[in-house]
């Protein structure tokens, strides 16, 4: 007879202690060949892949600052903890290989966010053939902060750094944009208004972002980018972080941008509805932010090799958006009409 | 003309923005030959050491939790929040040598503190060797959490396990025992009653707590330790770990217990004056959290090895404390009478 759900667990993190958390957490994870040391002890061992150098990132999300439970399941908090940061190695050209998580929880958390969360991290960590090695729980007096640490592995000849893009090198993204700030927009909006018309795919794409690993190992390991950085805060601001970094500028099409149809006909809707905080698809592309796609310039020169990636990528489209320009400004194109990239995303404002 | 001190910083992060707090952090950052990428990029990228496994660990320190910064400078609180983690290194073997720092900061903390905090760590990172390879800064709706992942190598062959005591072994430990706590609870008195009695040197290991690195190392390549673990939340918590991972029990002789002068001093004062929280040597010792010392075991064939180990270190003590023992009870000897171990620590509690 299959056995009914088991109850979510509602005792908190006070009520089980400490160290029945912590193993119960080291007894959900897996291990992996490399992991000589994983969980459990004083730190983790992990056996370098021979010939490669390791790669190492680190990012925190805190919540109602990076998440807001009433928008997300806790599942996708845990899918998001680690794909912002299997985003920044595949932004390296890196193959991830582990991961550390340190969860700074409230004493009122439940156990059934703390198993939950597992579930989204553990999943993702699955699929991508991620080891969570170790970590750390300690209390926090009030804000829940998941900051979890990525390690990965690319050959130090083959490191995608973000300053390597020349004058004439064209510059590509993968994937759509715009997908991030359009889905959370249409989850906000569905909590105000259940009856209003949703962004479905979009909304999916927020909650669960993929890291594009693989695209990332293959323009490492086939030279194909001459420089690449990911996509967290919006194509604006990570041309402009690329262009700095390469002492470069750029010119984008506006016209070229890979915008899903959903997010244009969501963003034209909102507008003609005369919603206060509707802005526009293109706005949404630029300075959205939440896509997780990989930002890169290519010399032409490697084009053929580019070919070489976008066919072993299969479904995952790689667009041409612009070029490298000797001269430092960053300028779009809207229409043939040359203007300023507008602004960027900053936090503590 | 010598220059006079900067005035301090009073701006907060929020009046400075994201790019330029990490502009400022990133610019006081050192190197080191094995950082291929440093911070500025997507991701750090580190060279390996030849023949070494990586050791991966993190710990977060919170703001009210694990410091207050009415009893301890920024510039204490940077230096402990590496110092915590090279003491996880430490107890594995490892040679430290990269750290990733992630700051959350609510809105309304200075700069001036930032500062600080920064030349705490960075001096610590720079006398241990450690480059301070990449991070994170967010923004905080309410808590204060600084989460540093350090990373170390050592030889897979030479890895210190907690799991490696067998009955049979001698226990030891590095320094003295009960100074974090002695320290602590000097530094609240001290608030009370300007006038009290305190524990100066005491008062120094709480807020500068030392690593180990060096003990750790040598014990791990002179193969001198069966099993090792820092202590971090008291010599009793300790044992129980190292006990619970080898399958073991151990009994521990009070009278062994390396417990300095001042701590006894300071102890008996407290426990005379009727203080509601005066805790005896031995509980601070034994309890009292905050030490950071090596905690370890070593067969009795390895004592040419040890003394080896001990020779090269100079003034740090090693004690031996007790034995490892076939039942897996904890005992405390005390005056030849045998008691159970008494409790340990519990965050959530």
Partial sequence: MPQPPAAPDTRTVLDLGERALVERITAKLGSRPWVLVGPGDDAAVVTPEPRTADVLTTDALVDGVHFDLRLMSPEDVGHRALAVNLSDLAAMGARPRCALLSLVLPSSTTIEFVDRFLDGILRLAASEGVAVAGGNVTRSPGTLVIDVTAVGAVHPRRVLRR????????????????????????????????????APVAEVRYRRPEARTRAGHLLSRNKAASACIDLSDGLGDGLRRL????????????????????????????????????????????????????????SPRARGRLRGVQRLLGDLPITRIGQVTKDRGLRLLVDGDARPMPGGFEHFR
Same sequence: chains 1, 2.
């Fill in 163 to 198: 300053s390597g893009a020349r004058a004439g090198d064209d510059v590509y993204v993968t994937g759509t944009l715009g997908d991030g700030a359009t889905g959370l927009a249409s989850l906000r909006r569905s909590r105000e208004d259940a009856g209003a018309r949703r």
């Fill in 243 to 298: 262009a700095e970094a390469s002492g470069a500028g750029m010119t984008i099409d506006a016209g070229l941008l890979p915008v899903r149809e959903e997010v244009r006909t969501w963003a034209a809707l909102q507008s003609q509805s005369g919603a206060s905080d509707a802005r526009g698809w293109l706005e949404l592309a630029l300075d959205g932010g939440d896509d997780y796609e990989l930002l890169f310039t290519a």
